[in-house]
């Protein structure tokens, strides 16, 4: 079955600061996708970042940089130079080929950032 | 945004009344999915969609059941509400299962007092 374990229930930092989000999933399948949304206070979900199985290649994306490792069966997200408008819950998930429908996602990480 | 609509978005029933929450969508994508988010949980999935007419369960689909007659409308039905489903539900899209990217709407706020 898949999982997806988000460890930190809660961070809290001070702006400037870098910080990383940890995601590990768990998984049989050989071909899945692994996402990270992002829930600011104001209740919407949005989409962040989706990188395939077959894609080890870290991505960076302004302040935001995801590094994808299959042989810990970790996603984590990094936030550089955090600011408080990166404060918000996010969540990873987690979808398999072969059970393609039902997304797994974690229980979310809430990141508060204070100036 | 992806064109997604969901009504009501805020709604208080009493235990034991039926309750229908509708999504609807712009994207003439093929899945619909509905989950719940809860404190401590994260979001659940409790049923989702891949085509009119063809639904399936997710991970906590008691006590719900959804119809969808229509590409662009996707309908979730508490029979008979009670407190514990007293929720957040989001309605979310996708062009395809696994790797498309879902998309969300707003969100629909449930009390069930």
């Known amino acids: 079955a898949q999982k997806v374990t988000q460890a930190q229930t809660e961070i809290s930092v001070v702006e400037k600061e870098d910080v990383t989000l940890d995601c590990v999933y768990e998984?049989?399948?050989?071909?899945?996708?692994l996402f990270w949304y992002k829930q600011p206070p104001s209740g919407e979900l949005v989409f962040l970042i989706r990188r395939n199985s077959f894609d080890e290649q870290n991505e960076i994306s302004g302040r935001y940089s995801w590094n994808f490792q299959k042989s810990t069966s970790s996603f984590n997200f990094t936030i550089t130079a955090s600011q408080v408008v990166d404060s918000a819950v996010y969540f990873c998930?987690?979808?398999?080929?072969?059970?393609?429908?039902?997304?797994?996602f974690g229980d979310g990480t809430t990141l508060t950032v204070k100036p | 945004d992806a064109g997604i609509t969901q009504s009501p978005r805020h709604k208080v029933t009493e235990t034991g009344t039926p309750v229908t929450l509708r999504c609807h969508q712009t994207e003439n994508h093929r899945y619909m999915y509905w989950y719940r988010q809860d404190p401590g949980h994260g979001l659940r999935l409790i049923h989702y969609s891949y085509g009119v007419k063809d639904t399936d369960k997710g991970e906590v689909s008691d006590g719900y059941s959804v119809s969808r007659s229509k590409t662009e409308d996707f309908l979730l039905t508490l029979e008979s509400a009670t407190s514990s489903q007293t929720s957040v539900y989001f309605c979310?899209?996708?062009?395809?299962?696994?790797?498309?990217?879902?998309?969300f709407g707003e969100g629909s706020w449930l009390t069930v007092v």
């Open positions: 998984t049989r399948d050989t071909t899945y996708y």
């Open positions: 979310a899209i996708s062009e395809s299962a696994g790797r498309n990217t879902i998309y």
């Open positions: 998930a987690l979808s398999e080929f072969t059970n393609a429908g039902k997304s797994t």
